[in-house]
């Protein structure tokens, strides 16, 4: 069943226990789904609902509120599989109390009680309103077709501490979008069970939105590794093919060379676990950025063809500066 057809079933199960929010509802049914007609025989109301559902729970607030059996009439709209469900009260001669009655919902007000309130706005929705699936986006919606009726429900939803917003289509809609808000108006609503469903969806989504985030990060991580190995190698290969073979390089950083020309995807950490003995990543980084920064130098040199004595000098001065770094620590090469 749809989000919003269960939430209104959820709402129709109970009619509000006070009196005073029962007459709120019919005043809603009313501002949002009514019609009022003097006829000769005196005044009478006509309520349009598109929910057999809600045209019951109509029928029973008149018969609670004021002790009237309305008269009520299937009516069948052109579109094929849609009906209207049309409730009417009256016509009843002036005077009489149910004719007071619908004077009243004629003028009524928005209510001033805060439980009223409550009530106004989910009459609104079970007449016309509309909950988005949680699983698409927060959504709800009361698609009134009067500007009046928007009006007076915007003005309610604000006095529970909600942003409402209005659109013209239709002759006028009201609706709250984000988590938040709709969850907000669900427990305003009374819709207990509407409101965890809603909530278990948010935290489904959370959790799945999460996991999404750590997956990219740690392909992008991975990324970056095969990225940055890949250059080694290729930078330790031009190296090799220019002195002639990595044995000609310090030992400390021909060690390190062959050992990722040995492993190409193996982490720095992996790598300095290989070696004899075995070094901290940080030292592996450094050796693999001497490599990479002495095939970078040759590399500018090389247009103007191998240069002997430069060659040399880069290889000693390579070669000094492993043999002074102390073997196991970062900063050695
Ligand atoms: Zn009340």
């Known amino acids: 069943m749809p989000f919003s057809a269960e939430t209104k079933e959820e709402l ?3 009619l509000p226990a006070r009196s005073c929010c029962q007459a709120a509802e019919l005043a809603a049914l009313a501002a949002v789904a009514g019609r009022r007609q003097v006829t000769p025989e005196g005044v009478q109301f006509t309520f349009e609902l598109p929910q057999a559902s809600t045209a019951r729970r109509l029928f029973h607030l008149w018969k609670q509120v004021d002790g ?5 009439q299937v009516r069948f709209l052109r579109r094929p599989g849609h009906r209207t469900y049309a409730v009417r009260v009256g016509p009843v001669p002036p005077g009489h109390p149910v004719a007071r009655r ?7 007000g928005l209510p001033w009680r805060r ?3 409550r009530a106004y706005v989910r009459a609104a929705f079970l007449a016309r309103g509309s909950l988005v699936q949680p699983a698409k986006t927060y959504h709800i919606e009361w698609d009134l077709g009067k500007p009046v009726a928007c009006e007076a429900l915007i ?3 604000r006095s529970l501490g909600l942003a409402p917003r209005q659109v013209s ?16 108006v ?7 069970r509407a409101l965890l469903q809603l909530e278990n969806v948010r935290i489904v989504k959370e959790m799945r939105s999460d996991a999404n985030r750590l997956v990219n990060a740690e392909t992008a991580n991975l990324d970056k590794t095969v990225r940055a190995a890949l250059d080694q190698i290729e930078a330790i290969r031009r190296l090799e093919a220019r002195l002639g073979g990595l044995e000609h390089l310090p030992p400390g950083l021909a060690e390190v060379a062959r050992a990722r020309l040995r492993q190409p995807y193996s982490s720095l950490a992996e790598l300095g676990a290989t070696l004899r003995p075995p070094m901290t990543k940080s030292g592996v980084r450094h050796r693999l950025n001497r490599l990479m920064a002495l095939a970078a130098g040759r590399s500018a040199r090389e247009p103007g063809s191998a240069d002997p004595p430069a060659q040399a000098r880069a290889v000693d001065e390579a070669a000094a500066s492993a043999a002074d770094a102390p073997a196991g620590s970062p900063e050695e090469c």
């Open 12 to 14: 129709l199960r109970e």
């Open 115 to 117: 439980c009223c309130r």
């Open 186 to 192: 669900l427990q305003l609503m009374g819709a207990r």
């Open 68 to 72: 009237v059996r309305p008269w009520l």
């Open 169 to 184: 289509r239709r002759g006028g809609a009201v609706y709250l979008k984000g988590a938040e808000q709709v969850l907000t």
């Open 102 to 108: 619908l004077e009243a919902l004629a003028a009524e």
């Open 155 to 157: 003005d309610c939803l």
